[in-house]
């Protein structure tokens, strides 16, 4: 999945939070604050960012960013998912954006792994749909890591060029099946 968390504006949050929410005008903030945060980490640090083909879809499909409980949170709606591939895509000139080919040995619930030479994540979604977030600051733990990710075989990753064809394409594909089922 990719990592969107820190493309989300203020104004999709007040949008989309559960309106009953204890809290919620701080939750806003909080949430936009991290989304500050994370967007500062990524592009100050040439953060490398890795995900897949089936992440894009099922962020299209769902409209839901892993990295939040979907109980908080209605789905975004089609004119903003687009905008937030889109925008994600364009972090390429500040991020190196990796997807990974698919393969059968892909994990089954959501994964966000973004790591750069000085700290790291993993996101991971259990079978029960529970989220584990685990952040890597140990410098041998952080190295060996990023070292692991970075020495993927090219043959696992697409190009650059082959990215921006495969996400235009599942773009095309997603605006097309909704135009025919009238969703726009």
Same mark, same amino acid.
């Given at each position: 999945?990719?990592?969107?968390?820190?493309?989300?504006?203020?104004?999709?949050?007040?949008?989309?939070?559960?309106?009953?929410?204890?809290?919620?005008?701080?939750?806003?903030?909080?949430?936009?604050?991290?989304?500050?945060?994370?967007?500062?980490?990524?592009?100050?640090?040439?953060?490398?960012?890795?995900?897949?083909?089936?992440?894009?879809?099922?962020?299209?499909?769902?409209?839901?960013?892993?990295?939040?409980?979907?109980?908080?949170?209605?789905?975004?709606?089609?004119?903003?998912?687009?905008?937030?591939?889109?925008?994600? %895509?364009?972090?390429?000139?500040?991020?190196? !954006?990796?997807?990974?080919? *698919?393969?059968?040995? &892909?994990? $089954?619930?959501? /994964?966000?792994?973004?790591?750069?030479?000085?700290?790291?994540?993993?996101?991971?979604?259990?079978?029960?749909?529970?989220?584990?977030?685990?952040?890597?600051?140990?410098?041998?733990?952080?190295?060996?890591?990023?070292?692991? %990710?970075?020495?993927?075989?090219?043959?696992? !990753?697409?190009?650059?060029? *082959?990215?921006?064809? &495969?996400? $235009?394409?599942? /773009?095309?594909?997603?605006?097309?099946?909704?135009?025919?089922?009238?969703?726009?």
């Amino acid at each position: 999945m990719p990592c969107l968390s820190g493309l989300l504006t203020a104004e999709m949050l007040e949008r989309h939070l559960v309106k009953e929410m204890p809290g919620r005008e701080q939750m806003i903030r909080a949430v936009a604050q991290y989304a500050k945060v994370m967007q500062t980490q990524v592009l100050d640090k040439k953060t490398t960012m890795f995900f897949s083909e089936d992440g894009i879809k099922s962020f299209l499909d769902t409209g839901r960013v892993d990295e939040y409980p979907k109980e908080c949170y209605s789905p975004l709606d089609f004119d903003e998912r687009i905008a937030l591939i889109r925008r994600f %895509l364009a972090l390429r000139d500040r991020a190196n !954006l990796r997807m990974i080919r *698919e393969t059968k040995e &892909r994990a $089954e619930h959501a /994964l966000n792994i973004s790591v750069n030479a000085n700290e790291g994540y993993l996101l991971f979604q259990t079978r029960t749909e529970r989220l584990i977030y685990l952040s890597i600051r140990e410098p041998s733990i952080l190295m060996a890591f990023y070292d692991y %990710l970075e020495s993927m075989k090219p043959e696992e !990753l697409c190009t650059e060029e *082959e990215m921006l064809g &495969r996400v $235009e394409a599942i /773009l095309h594909e997603f605006v097309a099946c909704h135009s025919r089922e009238g969703s726009i």
